[in-house]
Each structure stands twice: as structure tokens, then as C-alpha cells.
């Protein structure tokens, strides 16, 4: 029974968040023009795979987060990283607005220790990123971290392909309607 209920609690918290992160990363990397809808995500970021710009090669070309996607190895293991090092982000920027007492705070951001400061944090937030598996488990109060791994993938994989679908299908509305097609 509480397994069941831990899995319910990871489907909650790890699975809908990652499905609709996945969602949004592929999708708009079918709307770019990164992928082809021919090409399955698992294979997306294949050395040999012509048919898809999400490669180490054209991360200049690519929107700061598919870059990132890239940076830490693409496909499940690379969007959780990603999305690790947004969470990561976004907390701290959020605890400072939490802490902010005065406009000294806000002015002290533009001193050279604390561009300095931001830059380092930036770092160790990119390595605690790519290293998502350890993060993860002190944040999470669970004895089965592997099912949120399982869950989150699985999570992962059907947002990727409801993506595409939703791709190809607005994609095919989208199309204009010429008379031969009519007839």
C-alpha cells in the first residue's frame, strides 16, 4: 500500500511536471525545425542521425534551453538536468526576492563580489544539475527513488510523443486547403 501511494505521490510531483516539460521541449523542437517529425526522440540525439539540429555541433544555432538540453547529454538524462537546473535557479532567485529587505539588497546585486558570486553559483549549479541523481534523493522524502526515476521516464517518453502527435496534427491544420484537395 505504500508503494501505491508513493507512486501516486511520484506521478504528482515528478511525473506531470517532467511530461509537461518534455512536452514543451519537443514540441518546439519540431516547431523550430531542430527535429523532423520522421525522427523518434529516442533517436533525436544520435551522432548519426542527419534529420535532427539538437546535436553538440549545432547547439549555437539552437534556443538557450535546447542548447542546455544538449549540453548535458540531450534525451531523458539531459531534460532532467535541464529542468534540475531551472528548479535550482528559479529557487534561488526566488529565496532572494523572499530575503530582500531593502533597495540596498537590490543595489549590492551589481557589486563585483556578487557577479562574481552569481557566476560561481551558476557553475555549481550546472554541475548539481548534471549530477541530477544525487540532487534529487536529499530533496525527495523517499525510500523508492528508483519508481520516480521509472515514473519520471515514463513520464518523459509520453510527453515526447504526445508532442509529436500534437505537432503533426495542428501541423496538418494548419495547411492550407488547395482545390485539389477539396475534390
Known sequence: MELISEA????????????????????????????????????????????SQLSRENKKNLLFIHSKWVTFGGGFYGLIA???????????????????TSWKDVTDLFSI??????????????????????YWPNKLESSHFILWVIIAYFCYRMGAEHAKKFYISKKALDEPVTDSQNM
Open 8 to 51: 501516486f505521490e511520484a506521478i504528482l510531483i515528478a511525473g506531470l511536471p517532467v511530461f509537461l516539460f518534455s512536452f514543451f521541449m519537443v514540441y518546439f523542437s519540431y516547431k523550430k525545425g531542430y527535429l523532423s517529425s520522421d525522427v523518434c526522440i529516442k533517436n533525436a540525439f544520435n551522432k548519426n542521425n542527419n534529420s
Open 113 to 134: 563580489s556578487a557577479l562574481i558570486s552569481m557566476f560561481v553559483d551558476s557553475i555549481i549549479n550546472m554541475v548539481t544539475a548534471a549530477i541530477w541523481f544525487t
Open 82 to 100: 535541464v529542468f534540475t537546473f531551472l528548479i535550482i535557479e528559479l529557487l534561488q532567485i526566488f529565496n532572494f526576492w523572499l530575503n530582500v
